[in-house]
């Protein structure tokens, strides 16, 4: 298994930031490259949670595997859609109250196979998912300091 993290500073309090991920399939409004997600289930939070995520030409599903709000505010979601070489793929957000702000890391996490170019394959993907993840990470940051959609 191969993961690779990005962490960025939010100065908000943690609850507003927590607020902009649990709306999970509200993605497309603050990740610059999802240009359109939707609930796939009933279930709006909580584990089995799904979402359908539009990036260009490409179509994810994301199924929440872990959610846990106060105190720990964590959220991790498996990834499916991507190249099937890559073997399993997962984000994991998680937050941590810093001061009056929020600090939010975001960690790609690949299991590629037991083979060395199956590993090798693993960390070029998981560099890669992480340069999205910072992304995903600015756009969270502008949405949450400029909207007036996230509760005060």
Request: aromatic share 6%; glycine share 8%; proline share 7%.
């Amino acid at each position: 298994m191969t993961e690779a993290a990005r962490e960025r500073h939010i100065p908000r309090p943690i609850d507003q930031v927590w607020a902009a991920l649990g709306d999970f399939d509200a993605i497309a409004r603050w990740a610059p490259d999802v240009d359109h997600s939707c609930l796939m289930t009933d279930q709006q939070t909580g584990v089995g949670t799904a979402r359908r995520v539009q990036v260009g030409r490409m179509t994810l599903v994301e199924r929440v595997t872990a959610w846990e709000g106060e105190p720990t505010y964590s959220l991790t979601y498996d990834i499916d859609g991507l190249p099937p070489a890559l073997g399993r793929v997962a984000n994991r957000w998680s937050l941590a109250q810093v001061g009056s702000g929020t600090t939010a890391t975001l960690t790609a996490r690949v299991e590629g196979g037991p083979r060395p170019p199956q590993q090798v394959v693993a960390r070029i993907a998981a560099a890669r998912l992480a340069k999205a993840n910072e992304s995903m990470l600015a756009g969270l940051d502008r949405f949450i300091t400029t909207s007036t959609e996230v509760p005060a």
